[in-house]
């Protein structure tokens, strides 16, 4: 299974959505984890969680490396175990997700913000699939967004 040395970090700032704490792993909510009341997103905006006891929302996330190494087999068990889900629940399709994220956080650079939306096709039929993509911040200057991106954890 392939090894990955870059995860998907929260940054704590109220201010841009962001609920966990500085320097949780976060990973795409699930349809059982809520927003807490902290904030309401436009319905194509989908967000993060942090994988520990707490599940945070976050809407934004910071691409860094991390000591050593993960697998898509580790994080999903990192997430189920966070979910109090049984691990033999585990599937080969459900560690394909993993893997799918892990690959779309690793093919950025470091200190790069990272976001998940919605993305509705209409043609030849209906659907909604989610898409983890680079969040761009026009509206700050380079002192700010190394800031608030390029932190230690």
């Known amino acids: 299974m392939k090894k990955y040395e870059k995860m998907l970090i929260a940054l704590k700032d ?18 059982r984890d809520t927003k807490k009341g902290l904030f ?20 934004i996330g910071v691409v860094k490396k991390i000591n050593g190494q993960i697998t898509a087999r580790g994080l999903a068990e990192l997430d189920y175990k966070s979910r109090k ?10 560690v394909k997700e993993y893997e799918w994220f892990l690959e779309k956080v690793n093919a950025q650079p470091e200190h790069t913000p990272m976001a998940v939306t919605w993305l509705e096709k209409t043609f ?10 680079k969040k761009f ?3 700050l200057s380079i ?6 991106f390029e932190f230690e954890f």
């Not at 109220?14 to 349809?31: Q, V």
């Not at 194509?44 to 809407?59: A, G, K, L, T, W």
């Not at 030849?124 to 993509?133: A, D, G, N, S, T």
């Open 14 to 31: 109220a201010e841009f959505n962001c609920f966990s704490n500085k320097g949780d792993w976060l990973y795409i909510a699930n349809n």
């Open 40 to 59: 309401r997103l436009p319905n194509y905006i989908h967000y993060f969680v942090s994988i520990n006891d707490q599940r945070m929302p976050s809407e």
């Open 85 to 94: 889900k049984d691990l033999t629940l585990l599937t080969d399709e459900t």
């Open 124 to 133: 030849p039929r209906k659907e909604k699939e989610l898409r983890v993509h």
């Open 137 to 139: 911040f026009t509206g």
């Open 143 to 148: 002192e700010e967004k190394k800031e608030l």
